[in-house]
C-alpha cells in the first residue's frame, strides 16, 4: 500500500469481516473476487502479519525474515511487479522463505479510477514480473489503495481474471509514516481483534522493521498468536481438511478461493485450491479431489455429475502403482499408463468382484461408453458389458479378440450373458446369440451361433 495519499483509516467495533463468497453457479469459479479485511476465524485470538512494498527502497528483506523466522511467523508479502523486477534478490529472498506472494499491481495506481483493461494490464504485468523468478501470487490480490477492496466492479474484474482472493488489512501501523515505536504499539495495542491482519510496509523509510521484534512481543503479550495467511482463508471442516494435509505444503498448494456453497439445494461447501479442491456435505464429510483425477472430475461437472460428492480422499492403490477416488456415484482410477476414468454401477460391480485393478482385468482404459444394447467399460485385460437384461458380464483375451472381429456386440453374438468359464476342451463365453469357445489343445477359437 502505496505511503501518500492512503486511506488509514483502522477497524473498529462494527468492523467489516471476510465479505462471504458464493460461487455463480453450483461449484464455479466465483464471480467476484472475496475481500478479507480479517480472518475466516474472528474467534480465536490469533492475528496474520503482512508487508507491502513499492520501488522506491527495497527495505532490509534480511532482517525482516530473521525476525519472523526466529518467531516462527509465516507472513505476506504484498509486492509491486515494479518492486519484483527492480529487487529481484530481495523478493527471491522473501517468498523463497516459504512466505505468500500477494499481486499488488504492477505500478501502484487506484484501482477504481482504472478501466478493466488496465486493471487486467496491471495484475499481468506483476504477475510476468514474479513468474520470471519463478514464483506466482496464485490468483492473490491487495489493492494499491483501499478504495480498491469493497468495489464491486473491481472485484468483478478480479474474478475475472482469476484472482479471487482480495487480501485487505485490518489496521495499519503507519510505520511507512515514520512512526514512533510508542505510536506504532499504541495501534496495534487499540486496533488488534481475532482474526486481525497488521499491514506493515517494507521500505528504508519506514519504521517497521525497527519495530516488528516489539509488535510480536506486544502482540503475544496480548495473548494473541499468529495464523499463516494461506490458514487464514479457510474455516472450519474444510480448514481442518486442509491443515490436516499440510496446508500449503500439501498436494493441494495455495488457496485459490474463499469458502463457497458447493451446490443449490443441501448444506455443503467447496474450496478451491492451486492443484485440487476441498468438498464438504453435512451427510458424507469432507474430502478432496486433485490432480488428473480432479482435472477429469471438474471437467464433469463435478458434484454436478452423476458422481456426486466424494466419498473419499484421492487414495493409492492396493498394487501401489495407480490412485482413486469414490465419489457417490461411482469411482475415478488412474493409472500412470492409462490415465483417469470412471467407472461405476454394474460394470464397477462386476469389476470389483473380480479384484479391481489387482484382478486379470487391470485399470480402467476407458469411460463407460454406450454399445448396441447396453453399455460396456474397457480394461486393460479385457472389456465389461451390460445391459438391464442381461445384466454385467466381462469379456477378455482371446475370446474377447474374436467377439471384437466378428463385431461385438453389434453381431449376432449381441451382448455376453455369461463371464468367461471352464469347459472340458478350454475356455467358453456365452452370448444372447451364441458362444465362444477357446480350445486349450489347439489354440483354436470358435464361434457359434443360435
Same mark, same amino acid.
Given at each position: ?32 473476487? !472475496? ?10 485470538? !490469533? ?23 526466529? !518467531? ?34 504492477? $505500478? ?34 491487495? @489493492?494499491?489503495?483501499? $478504495?480498491?477492496?469493497?468495489? @464491486? ?24 509514516? #515514520?512512526?514512533?515505536?510508542?505510536? =506504532? ?22 519504521? $517497521? ?13 496480548? #495473548? ?55 468438498? &464438504?456435505?453435512? $451427510? =458424507? ?48 482410477? &488412474? ?47 479385457? !472389456? ?52 465362444? @469357445? ?13
Amino acid at each position: 500500500m502505496r505511503t501518500t495519499m492512503k486511506i488509514t483509516a483502522v477497524l473498529a467495533a462494527a468492523a467489516a469481516l471476510a465479505v462471504p463468497l458464493t460461487a455463480s453457479a453450483a461449484d464455479a469459479p466465483p464471480a467476484s473476487a !472475496n475481500v478479507f479485511t480479517r480472518a475466516y476465524d474472528t474467534t480465536t485470538k !490469533n492475528v496474520t502479519l503482512t508487508f507491502d512494498a513499492d520501488w522506491w527502497s527495497a527495505g532490509n528483506p534480511g532482517e525482516v525474515l530473521r525476525i519472523l523466522r526466529e !518467531n516462527g511467523i509465516t507472513a505476506a508479502f504484498a509486492l509491486t511487479g515494479r518492486y519484483a523486477e527492480k529487487y529481484p534478490d530481495q523478493t527471491r529472498a522473501l517468498i523463497s522463505a516459504g512466505h505468500k506472494l500477494i499481486n499488488h499491481s504492477y $505500478d501502484h495506481p487506484y484501482f477504481t479510477q482504472e478501466t478493466q483493461a488496465s486493471r487486467w494490464s496491471q495484475l499481468d504485468r506483476a504477475e510476468a514480473a514474479y513468474n520470471r523468478l519463478g514464483f506466482t501470487s496464485a490468483g492473490w490480490f491487495r @489493492a494499491p489503495y483501499r $478504495d480498491g477492496y469493497l468495489d @464491486a466492479g473491481v472485484n468483478r474484474d478480479l474474478a475475472a481474471r482469476g484472482y479471487y482472493v482480495n487480501y485487505d488489512w485490518t489496521y495499519d501501523t503507519t510505520g511507512y509514516q #515514520g512512526a514512533s515505536l510508542d505510536t =506504532i504499539l499504541a495501534r496495534v495495542r487499540q486496533y488488534t481483534v481475532p482474526g486481525g491482519t497488521v499491514l506493515m510496509h517494507l521500505s528504508d523509510e519506514s519504521t $517497521d522493521t525497527a519495530a516488528l521484534p516489539s509488535i510480536i512481543s506486544t502482540l503475544r503479550g496480548m #495473548g494473541y498468536g499468529f495464523t499463516d495467511p494461506y490458514r487464514s482463508v479457510t474455516k472450519g471442516l474444510i480448514g481442518a481438511k486442509y491443515a490436516a494435509l499440510g496446508a500449503q505444503r500439501s498436494v493441494l498448494g495455495v488457496p485459490r478461493t474463499g469458502e463457497m456453497v458447493a451446490t443449490t439445494s443441501g448444506t455443503s461447501a467447496v474450496q478451491w485450491f492451486d492443484i485440487g479442491r476441498i468438498y &464438504w456435505r453435512t $451427510d =458424507i464429510g469432507t474430502f478432496e479431489v486433485h490432480g488428473a483425477i480432479g482435472g477429469m472430475y471438474f471437467g464433469m461437472g463435478s458434484v454436478t455429475s452423476f458422481l456426486g460428492f466424494p466419498r473419499t480422499d484421492e487414495t493409492t492403490t492396493p498394487d501401489r502403482i495407480g490412485r482413486f477416488n469414490h465419489f457417490q456415484g461411482g469411482s475415478i482410477y &488412474w493409472s500412470p499408463s492409462t490415465g483417469p476414468h470412471t467407472v461405476y454401477g454394474a460394470i464397477r460391480d462386476k469389476w470389483a468382484s473380480l479384484g479391481w485393478e489387482t484382478g486379470f482385468l487391470g485399470y480402467p482404459a476407458s469411460d463407460e461408453v454406450a454399445v448396441t444394447g447396453g453399455r460396456a467399460s474397457q480394461f486393460q485385460g479385457g !472389456n465389461v458389458y451390460w445391459s438391464a437384461a442381461t445384466a454385467a458380464h466381462e469379456v477378455h483375451g482371446l475370446i474377447l479378440s474374436r467377439y471384437i472381429a466378428v463385431g461385438g456386440t453389434g453381431s449376432r453374438l449381441g451382448l455376453p450373458v455369461s463371464d468367461e468359464y471352464g469347459i472340458s476342451t478350454g475356455r467358453r463365453s456365452d452370448f444372447r446369440g451364441g458362444f465362444i @469357445a477357446w480350445n486349450a489343445t489347439t489354440g483354436a477359437v470358435t464361434v457359434t451361433f443360435y
